[in-house]
């Protein structure tokens, strides 16, 4: 609900941030003005007395203030791990139909392959809990910008929302995804290049604009959302008040000493279940702030195969995720390019320092842990070396691995995504992508290692030979061309085509039994669509894009879908058609009906990762080589999330 807007004057300078790489079709990313420069901090007014709960020192003075009332803008459940229920009625939400279903009928959609697979990894993802939706759809809750009884009948405040609410749920987890577009990336990334003092000048100049952000934290391996909503001085010291998911029914702190450009987040001063440990970060790359208005879709989607640009010469997204449940670790990935390597989990802060000019780094949040980094590319970067990387927390459980997915998505070559198992500080395989746009995936030690990859309506999913490689290459004809190789250097081919009889979706198993490779085909079933969702969703973004402020226009003009391989035009347009949304709410371990696993089983949230946390019980399900048989998410509640 939308409060009277305090006293702020702040005099910034404008930085100008276009995307290097733009979305994943090799469409320009948005454009959008970033409030800071060296001197904004100083030209921040601090007058008057802030409201009651909203600083720590009595004699502070009020920054910012944007009218948030924790005791009724709070959702009043905790942050949660768990499997996610995103289904096709968030993706084309997100990305357009025409750029997600490869057929559509009445109330249906069937996705594409590659849709599919970006879907999957996504919601095992969300093992590690929810926190960047929950501080994002608070905030929206809170402006008008999402109405609160839209999700659930009767309730007046978000405070009465229950996290048993199928729309709800919904709503958390589609915010949550899209911290993973380039659109909400990019400008991020720019933002977490600024000083500390700088982070909080844009933050007091977009409170006072009437904005509002979701603040991202990153120290001692972890990351962490949360929803600032006001500024105060005291001492020399910034304190901005925030809402920490992982803690309703309580304001948080986040101290800012802009002279040191050092900060603090000691979350047991002011919650007693937290964990007794502050958080800390110095200098650039350790907060940001997106905006609410960057998140209007809809967005260019990462996996669209563009016909229309060549093979190689577009930009590329690495995405690399784990089931990690909350407080177990973090994922992150060890990144070659141009013969430098940059270890994500050993330097969370200066990974994006080192990687070419153009590329972006984004580290997936959860519950105060980050449960993947993508990194996006510019056209032009030559050959990019990815292998995952598990660095598990002291007080997880040891030895014991966790089912990492690495995928790769570029203009004109298909979606190549790696599953298998990965140990501490190291993983069982590795992934090359040179500057063709060719895709070659090694298997490292003896795990189960499975390759999908996604071409128009077709897919197909390959166990890599022990010892043995998986080669991916495009011809002129929009193939596929895989090659499989064994440890004694024998090879097996096969020709994966983009489109199939009747436009049916087709997913193909392929395995080397006695010395041939035996292939099954199967044809995907549609899924029922939520109307209703998506167009909530599409009136949301409508409110984020007429909002004033830095809007994202990358979506004007950017055609968001294209053909993949056949499918439609542009991603615009919402007629979902009709139906019930088949995901099913998830939220309290319920059943999870999203897509299988590339090894033909279903896959529920991947690796046993580390144990339960806080009394829940333990989002992995199956162990590395294996599949669980498909139904329910055993990731249930976690009551209380991780610091």
Not at 389 to 409: C, H, K, L, N, Y
Not at 568 to 588: E, M, T, V, Y
Request: aromatic share 4%; net charge negative.
């Amino acid at each position: 609900m939308r409060k009277a807007v305090g006293l702020v004057v702040c005099a910034a300078v404008v930085v100008a941030w276009a995307s290097g790489c733009g979305g994943g079709n090799g469409a320009e990313g948005s454009s959008a003005a970033v409030s800071a420069g060296p001197a904004a901090a100083e030209a921040i007014v601090c007058e008057g007395v802030p409201r009651a709960g909203v600083a720590l020192d009595p004699a502070a003075k009020a920054c910012a203030d944007n009218g948030f009332e924790p005791a009724a803008d709070e959702f009043n459940f905790p942050n949660w791990g768990g499997k996610g229920s995103l289904s096709a009625s968030g993706m084309i939400a997100m990305f357009g139909p025409d750029a997600v279903c490869a057929q559509r009928g009445e109330g249906t959609c069937t996705l594409f392959p590659a849709a599919q697979d970006w879907l999957d990894q996504v919601n095992e993802a969300m093992a590690g809990g929810r926190c960047e939706g929950m501080a994002v759809l608070s905030a929206k809750l809170e402006d008008g910008g999402a109405p609160v009884e839209q999700l659930q009948a009767g309730a007046v405040a978000t405070v009465e929302l229950a996290q048993q609410t199928e729309s709800v749920v919904h709503q958390i987890e589609y915010w949550w995804a899209t911290q993973m577009v380039s659109e909400v990336a990019g400008p991020t990334s720019q933002i977490r290049a600024l000083q500390p003092s700088e982070v909080v000048a844009t933050l007091v100049q977009g409170l006072a604009d009437g904005k509002g952000y979701t603040l991202g934290m990153y120290a001692q391996g972890a990351g962490h959302a949360v929803t600032p909503f006001a500024v105060s001085l005291a001492n020399g010291v910034y304190d901005i008040a925030i809402y920490d998911n992982n803690y309703p029914n309580s304001v948080s702190h986040l101290m800012v000493d802009p002279v040191a450009q050092t900060w603090t987040y000691d979350e047991a001063a002011v919650n007693p279940d937290a964990q007794a440990a502050a958080w800390t970060g110095t200098g650039p790359g350790t907060l940001d702030l997106t905006a609410m208005d960057w998140r209007a879709g809809p967005f260019v989607a990462p996996f669209v195969d563009d016909a229309a640009t060549s093979k190689g010469q577009g930009p590329r997204t690495f995405l690399v995720t784990a089931a990690m449940p909350p407080g177990a670790g973090t994922v992150g990935a060890r990144i070659t390019i141009g013969g430098s390597t940059v270890d994500t989990t050993a330097d969370l802060s200066g990974a994006a320092a080192a990687l070419p000019a153009g590329a972006v780094v984004t580290l997936v949040k959860a519950a105060g842990t980050v449960v993947g980094v993508q990194v996006l590319v510019p056209a032009g970067a030559g050959a990019v070396s990815v292998e995952p990387v598990i660095q598990r927390s002291p007080s997880a459980a040891g030895g014991r691995t966790v089912v990492a997915r690495v995928s790769v998505d570029g203009p004109g070559q298909p979606r190549v995504t790696i599953r298998g198992a990965v140990s501490q500080g190291g993983g069982a395989f590795s992934l090359r992508s040179d500057a063709k746009g060719n895709v070659s995936v090694a298997s490292v030690g003896t795990g189960k290692v499975t390759v999908e990859v996604s071409n128009g309506r077709r897919s197909v999913s390959i166990p890599v030979p022990d010892g043995g490689q998986v080669d991916v290459s495009v011809d002129d004809a929009g193939n596929a061309n895989v090659t499989i190789t064994d440890e004694d250097g024998e090879e097996y081919e096969y020709v994966l085509e983009a489109d199939s009889e009747d436009g049916e979706v087709i997913e193909v198993f392929a395995d080397i039994t006695d010395g041939e490779l035996v292939v099954d085909e199967e044809v995907v079933e549609p899924e029922a669509v939520d109307e209703a969702f998506v167009r909530d969703l599409e009136a949301a973004a409508t409110d984020d894009q007429s909002s004033g402020g830095d809007a994202a226009d990358s979506v004007d003009e950017a055609d968001s879908g294209g053909s993949d391989a056949g499918g439609g035009s542009d991603s615009s347009g919402s007629d979902a058609g009709g139906g019930s949304d088949s995901s099913g709410s998830d939220a309290g371990g319920g059943s999870d009906s999203s897509g299988s696993d590339a090894g033909g089983g279903s896959d529920s949230g991947g690796s046993d990762a580390g144990g339960s946390d806080g009394g829940g019980s333990d989002s992995g399900g199956s162990d590395a080589g294996g599949s669980d048989g498909g139904g329910s998410d055993s990731g249930g509640s976690d009551a209380g999330g991780d610091g």
